[in-house]
T-cell receptor, first 112, second 115 residues
Framework: SQELEQSPQSLIVQEGKNLTINCTSSKTLYGLYWYKQKYGEGLIFLMMLQKGGEEKSHEKITAKLDEKKQQSSLHITASQPSHAGIYLC????????????FGTGTRLTVIP | NAGVMQNPRHLVRRRGQEARLRCSPMKGHSHVYWYRQLPEEGLKFMVYLQKENIIDESGMPKERFSAEFPKEGPSILRIQQVVRGDSAAYFC?????????????FGPGTRLTVT
């Protein structure tokens, strides 16, 4: 089955700093989804990447999918306290699969 | 347009009781997915349903757990004779079409505590 490893597991940054979170797959990625979860709340959809080399941006968050490396990265520019939370990457086990596997998450703290 | 709704948000049950978790998908969505998040663990897929049909229940425990998505009304995840190990956050997600083609929207979750 699909296994997703996220690094780092936790991250503490000063407000205004840039940061990168990585998600590495044990198998070929057929798509990669990034979510953000506030502690004790549900998941907020951030971005979906489907093609190798694809890059998407929304506000100060950019995500890339590198199929060759079976890896995706999430980059936040000029971090703000509102970016704090747990970032989760998820991927289907195969093309068109119903089943999404998730990484264990990266806990981001932004110090004002 | 209301998002995915789950209720209750918090549920406390004693060992041996039944727990019923409800999920109302977004308007126009006919596909529902249930996930479980155990303490200090990642999200794990449980079951995928369309109206009146279970499509994939490969992540459901074999005993005590069941799910339904009737023609009318919300999807229900039912846990019979709960044990302490069932304590977790249960999330429901919905999509307009099959997962893999569309964004999947998650509800706020139901936090089940078994005492």
């Amino acid at each position: 089955s699909q296994e997703l490893e996220q690094s780092p597991q936790s991250l503490i940054v000063q407000e205004g700093k840039n940061l990168t979170i990585n998600c590495t797959s044990s198998k070929t990625l057929y798509g990669l989804y990034w979510y953000k979860q506030k502690y004790g709340e549900g998941l907020i959809f951030l971005m979906m990447l489907q093609k190798g080399g694809e890059e998407k941006s929304h506000e100060k968050i950019t995500a890339k999918l590198d199929e060759k490396k079976q890896q995706s990265s999430l980059h936040i520019t000029a971090s703000q306290p509102s970016h704090a939370g747990i970032y989760l990457c998820g991927a289907p086990d195969q093309t068109g699969a119903n089943n999404l596997f998730f990484g264990t998450g990266t806990r981001l703290t932004v110090i004002p | 347009n209301a998002g995915v709704m789950q209720n209750p948000r918090h549920l406390v049950r004693r060992r041996g009781q039944e727990a019923r978790l409800r999920c109302s998908p977004m308007k126009g969505h006919s596909h529902v997915y249930w996930y479980r998040q155990l303490p200090e663990e990642g999200l794990k897929f449980m079951v995928y349903l369309q109206k009146e049909n279970i499509i994939d229940e490969s992540g459901m425990p074999k005993e005590r757990f069941s799910a339904e998505f009737p023609k009318e009304g919300p999807s229900i995840l039912r846990i019979q004779q709960v044990v302490r190990g069932d304590s977790a956050a249960y999330f429901c997600a919905s999509s307009p079409e099959r997962w893999g083609d569309y964004e999947q929207y998650f509800g706020p979750g139901t936090r089940l505590t078994v005492t």
